[in-house]
């Protein structure tokens, strides 16, 4: 019987000739990152947007409970998915190279069944924990958190076995568009919708909800439309102690990636007062600019990456990266020179004068973030390289680092010592992993 095959992609650039196939990626490369640049940018634009629109709705306090839920939730939406976004990523594309769908649809067929169950048993945990608090404006927050954590979670799954199927710019459709735009729609409609009644943190927390809803049944949309042929669970085949290896490596330098970008608005409550963690989302929103340039260069390039390492092209591999990093370096710095000049105007025009005291904050985390840039390809080129350990040992030590240093910082300086904790172990993350990056290639050469 003749051996099950995937259907290729349009662009076949693996039966091409050897400067056709350079043609081909590059072409498919600019296709793919422009793509992946539109939907950043309305994203970027969006979110800036919707967190305008947040700032003025629920005030400093509102904002703060609404912040502090909202990050408790995406760290268990990253726990639960357990690396299992970036796993996919990274094995779909290899099992197509390899030619072999049976163990590319049992991958799927575990992906999200592991991540269904844990999502579920951390939603019912958080459901338990908001029980416990005393207010009921945070009780309410919390509670519609926990209902937020599955549809997080498997919009993660989505994200990456789109990516494994190389449908990259589909793959960020329903994260980066429907999300964002219907969550911005309601929060513009919320005065109109629920004329006189009070504008709460659980009220956002809702519309919130309600868009990642929508989102999800796109992504299950999108799904059905490109992958046929990967989520059949006819002749499924499965290789769960590799894939949880896998997916346990990815997921502690995932989790660890998140708390020490959110956990800092979970810890804050014990030691502030809720109008300070406010003005702190505020300037992490604003900082997180500077990252962005990164993040258009490296979401077309994860799956390619895999591929390319699959099959040996070593050289071609090394050039991509190269000449995508200088591009994310530029835009990076003009993105950090512009908010330390000008943020606090910035901040007063789109946020209002309430969140000018925010400058000092965003001064400190634009820093952070642009020490951050070059470990972000570090760590897709060790994740989809076979080198995920590398990658996990640095950022699970960065989050330990972190975690310390907030939890130390903010008892003695509350939201002062939680930004200093913050880009000091971003430094320290980004120093760690050019170390051992270099230490690994110079043992692989």
Same mark, same amino acid.
């Given at each position: 019987?003749?051996?099950?095959?995937?259907? =290729?992609?349009?662009?076949?650039?693996?039966?091409?000739?050897?400067?056709?196939?350079?043609?081909?990626?590059?072409?498919?490369?600019?296709?793919?990152?422009?793509? +992946?640049?539109?939907? $950043?940018?309305?994203?970027?634009?969006?979110?800036?947007?919707?967190?305008? $629109? #947040?700032?003025?709705?629920?005030?400093?306090?509102?904002?703060?409970?609404?912040?502090?839920?909202?990050? @408790?939730?995406?760290? *268990?939406?990253?726990?639960?998915?357990?690396?299992?976004?970036?796993?996919?990523?990274?094995?779909?594309?290899?099992?197509?190279?390899?030619?072999?769908?049976?163990?590319?649809?049992?991958?799927?067929?575990?992906?999200?069944?592991?991540?269904?169950?844990?999502?579920?048993?951390?939603?019912? *945990?958080?459901?338990?924990?908001?029980?416990?608090?005393?207010?009921?404006?945070?009780?309410?927050?919390?509670?519609?958190?926990?209902?937020?954590?599955?549809?997080?979670?498997?919009?993660?799954?989505?994200?990456?076995?789109?990516?494994?199927?190389?449908?990259?710019?589909?793959?960020?459709?329903?994260?980066?568009?429907?999300?964002?735009?219907?969550?911005?729609?309601?929060?513009? #409609?919320?005065?109109?919708?629920?004329?006189?009644?009070?504008?709460?943190?659980?009220?956002?927390?809702?519309?919130? @909800?309600?868009?990642?809803?929508?989102?999800?049944?796109?992504?299950?949309?999108?799904? %059905?439309?490109?992958?046929?042929?990967?989520?059949?669970?006819?002749?499924?085949?499965?290789?769960?102690?590799?894939?949880?290896?896998?997916?346990?490596?990815?997921?502690?330098?995932?989790?660890?990636?998140?708390?020490?970008?959110?956990?800092?608005?979970?810890?804050?409550?014990?030691?502030?007062?809720?109008?300070?963690?406010?003005?702190?989302?505020?300037?992490?929103?604003?900082?997180?600019?500077?990252?962005?340039?990164?993040?258009?260069?490296?979401?077309?390039?994860?799956?390619?990456?895999?591929?390319?390492?699959?099959?040996?092209?070593?050289?071609?591999?090394?050039?991509?990266?190269?000449?995508?990093?200088?591009?994310?370096?530029?835009?990076?710095?003009? %993105?950090?020179?512009?908010?330390?000049?000008?943020?606090? *105007?910035?901040?007063?025009?789109?946020?209002?004068?309430?969140?000018?005291?925010?400058?000092?904050?965003?001064?400190?985390?634009?820093?952070?973030?642009?020490?951050? /840039?070059?470990?972000?390809?570090?760590?897709? /080129?060790?994740?989809?390289?076979? =080198?995920?350990?590398?990658?996990?040992?640095?950022?699970?030590?960065?989050?330990?680092?972190?975690?310390?240093?907030?939890?130390?910082?903010?008892?003695?300086?509350?939201?002062?010592?939680?930004?200093?904790?913050?880009?000091?172990?971003?430094?320290?993350? +980004?120093? #760690?992993?050019?170390? =051992?990056?270099?230490?690994?290639?110079?043992?692989?050469?």
């Amino acid at each position: 019987m003749e051996k099950e095959r995937f259907s =290729r992609p349009s662009l076949k650039l693996f039966q091409k000739s050897s400067a056709g196939i350079r043609r081909a990626a590059r072409l498919e490369l600019t296709r793919v990152a422009a793509g +992946s640049a539109v939907t $950043l940018a309305v994203f970027t634009l969006i979110g800036l947007f919707t967190n305008v $629109l #947040l700032a003025r709705l629920l005030a400093p306090e509102g904002l703060g409970t609404y912040a502090s839920a909202f990050a @408790l939730a995406n760290v *268990l939406a990253v726990l639960a998915s357990a690396g299992i976004p970036t796993t996919l990523a990274r094995m779909l594309p290899t099992y197509r190279s390899q030619q072999d769908p049976s163990h590319a649809r049992g991958c799927l067929l575990w992906a999200f069944a592991h991540a269904g169950a844990v999502s579920v048993a951390l939603a019912v *945990l958080v459901a338990l924990m908001a029980s416990l608090l005393g207010h009921a404006e945070p009780q309410s927050a919390y509670l519609l958190a926990a209902l937020l954590v599955p549809l997080m979670a498997f919009a993660r799954l989505q994200q990456g076995a789109l990516q494994g199927m190389e449908r990259v710019v589909s793959a960020q459709v329903p994260e980066r568009l429907i999300r964002p735009i219907a969550f911005a729609l309601l929060l513009l #409609l919320w005065p109109a919708l629920a004329a006189g009644a009070e504008r709460t943190a659980a009220g956002a927390m809702g519309w919130q @909800l309600a868009a990642a809803g929508g989102g999800v049944l796109v992504g299950i949309a999108l799904m %059905a439309r490109y992958g046929a042929e990967w989520i059949t669970p006819a002749s499924a085949r499965f290789q769960l102690r590799s894939w949880y290896r896998c997916g346990t490596l990815i997921a502690a330098a995932n989790l660890a990636q998140v708390v020490s970008g959110q956990a800092g608005l979970a810890i804050l409550p014990l030691f502030e007062e809720p109008a300070p963690i406010g003005y702190y989302r505020v300037a992490l929103v604003m900082a997180s600019f500077v990252g962005y340039p990164s993040m258009i260069v490296v979401s077309p390039l994860g799956a390619l990456i895999a591929r390319m390492h699959a099959e040996g092209q070593q050289a071609d591999l090394e050039r991509l990266v190269v000449t995508s990093a200088r591009l994310a370096w530029v835009g990076s710095i003009l %993105a950090a020179v512009t908010l330390v000049m000008f943020g606090q *105007l910035l901040l007063t025009a789109l946020f209002g004068g309430d969140f000018a005291d925010a400058y000092p904050l965003l001064t400190v985390l634009a820093i952070g973030e642009f020490c951050t /840039v070059p470990a972000t390809w570090r760590i897709l /080129v060790l994740q989809m390289t076979g =080198r995920e350990r590398t990658a996990a040992d640095c950022l699970v030590i960065g989050a330990g680092i972190y975690l310390v240093l907030t939890v130390a910082l903010s008892a003695l300086y509350g939201v002062a010592g939680a930004v200093i904790a913050d880009a000091a172990s971003r430094l320290l993350v +980004s120093l #760690l992993l050019i170390f =051992r990056s270099r230490q690994a290639a110079a043992a692989a050469s």
